[in-house]
């Protein structure tokens, strides 16, 4: 137990879950650390925009906030009993103690695109890593993007709206259109304006064999390599860099053996406030949870928030137990709700069933990267505006569209 009544809990995980959860138990009394295997903060919607424009880095990449442990949660201590945790271990082999703690470790995403989690580095050092993959990218004559989801498309429409015509950029799905996860219409915007930039969109198609061309594009030299690939349906595609655009891969690491299915996904009640199965006092938010919803930076806030009204509402009254998303989003589906980038000056936006291209849904993405990024800076009253903009935009989607 902590000072008195007081409650301690642990989050693991410095991200969008992380910090929201540690922030929402902090205003509840509770005593929280917050550990993090990062030693910065990086808003990650913005690392594609970083590998063409480095110097966006400087506000994508920050410091943790002050107080946060730098450090890398490996297991958790249970004491008498397998389903209460009492504590998280630590890879210098030291452990804290706990009366509850929060995973929310996210995914992992090949390098240049997300650093590894694992790496403790400073804003400093992943700074110049973007650096370096900029770099390799500069002087590539050819790309190969492999995945034609959220990702694959903004990062192709960053290198097209960087440098046109000047680099052969090939995007390669296996769908039969792109955004596959949004409605036809987003595809539809998408392919027409990354075909009117050059980019060569390769539906119904992936790739066979690699070539050798490493997945993991951050240790590549200048230039990148010379790569020739070969699709199933026998196109041959040369790369100077390749790109997996394939999906991140939850993490659970701290949970060692225990609670996670076949993806690494955390195995969650949803009935319970989003609880690890198998534990009493475990609970997970973001992308390492294995809720059935598209993981995004704003699903990772509600799932922060069902956790946190959770483990407060326990602590209070004993039995309550809160249904996910129904006790955030007053209804059995989350609301859906993207904005995908075309490069500067234009954009996707999905709301529910509404989509929307052009300027508008790109001033969006900008409104909500500087509301973030100045959270995320601690700048005063902006946290306070992004909450409610996000609580407008949950009340909003259950009568829209
Ligand atoms: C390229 C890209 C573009 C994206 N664009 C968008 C977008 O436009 N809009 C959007 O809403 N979403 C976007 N997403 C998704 C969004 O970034 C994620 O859904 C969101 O970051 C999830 O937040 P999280 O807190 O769960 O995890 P993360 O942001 O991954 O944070 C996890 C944290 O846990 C730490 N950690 C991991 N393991 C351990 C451990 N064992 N011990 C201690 N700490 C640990 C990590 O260092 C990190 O600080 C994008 C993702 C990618 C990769």
């Not at 097209?160 to 259109?177: C, E, Q, S």
């Not at 060569?200 to 990148?224: F, H, T």
């Not at 690494?264 to 059935?292: I, K, P, Q």
Request: net charge positive.
């Amino acid at each position: 137990m902590g000072r008195g009544s007081e409650k301690r809990g642990i989050v693991i995980g410095g991200g969008f879950a992380g910090r929201r959860a540690s922030r929402l138990l902090r205003s509840g009394g509770h005593h929280v650390t917050l550990i993090s295997s990062s030693g910065f903060w990086e808003y990650t919607p913005g690392a594609l925009r970083c590998l063409v424009e480095p110097a966006a880095a400087r506000r994508m990449v920050q410091a943790q906030p002050r107080g946060t442990l730098r450090a890398t949660a490996v297991g958790l201590e249970t004491a008498g009993s397998e389903t209460l945790a009492t504590g998280v271990k630590l890879n210098d082999g030291s452990s804290l103690p706990a009366d509850y703690v929060v995973v929310a470790t996210g995914s992992s995403y090949p390098d240049p695109i997300k650093a590894s989690h694992d790496v403790a580095s400073s804003p400093e050092e992943r700074r110049a890593q973007i650096e370096i993959a900029h770099a390799t990218l500069v002087s590539a004559a050819s790309v190969v993007i492999v995945g034609g989801g959220t990702v694959g498309v903004e990062l192709a429409a960053e290198v097209a709206g960087t440098w046109g015509r000047h680099k052969v950029v090939t995007l390669i799905t296996p769908h039969d259109r792109l955004l596959e996860r949004m409605p036809p219409r987003a595809g539809k915007l998408a392919l027409r304006w990354l075909e009117k930039k050059g980019v060569w969109v390769i539906l119904n198609d992936r790739v066979a064999e690699w070539g050798g061309a490493p997945k993991d594009a951050a240790k590549l030299r200048p230039g990148g390599g010379d790569w020739k690939l070969r699709t199933e349906q026998g196109r041959k595609l040369r790369a100077s860099i390749v790109y997996p655009c394939i999906g991140g891969r939850p993490l659970a690491g701290p949970l060692e053996t225990r609670g996670f299915g076949p993806r690494g996904e955390v195995r969650v009640d949803t009935n319970a406030g989003l609880r690890v199965e198998g534990f009493d006092n475990v609970y997970a938010a973001g992308d390492c949870c294995g809720t059935n919803e598209e993981k995004n930076a704003f699903t990772a806030d509600l799932n922060a928030t069902v956790v946190a009204r959770q483990i407060l509402a326990s602590h209070k009254r004993k039995r309550v137990k809160l249904s996910y998303p129904r006790s955030v989003c007053a209804r059995n589906t989350t609301p859906s709700i993207s904005v995908i980038s075309l490069h500067k000056w234009s954009a996707v936006m999905q709301f529910n069933g509404l989509v929307l291209g052009g300027p508008l849904p790109a001033f969006v993405k900008w409104l909500i990267e500087k509301l973030q990024v100045h959270s995320a800076l601690g700048t005063p009253g902006v946290t306070f505006i992004w909450d409610a903009v996000e609580t407008i935009n949950v009340f909003l989607a259950r009568f829209l569209f």
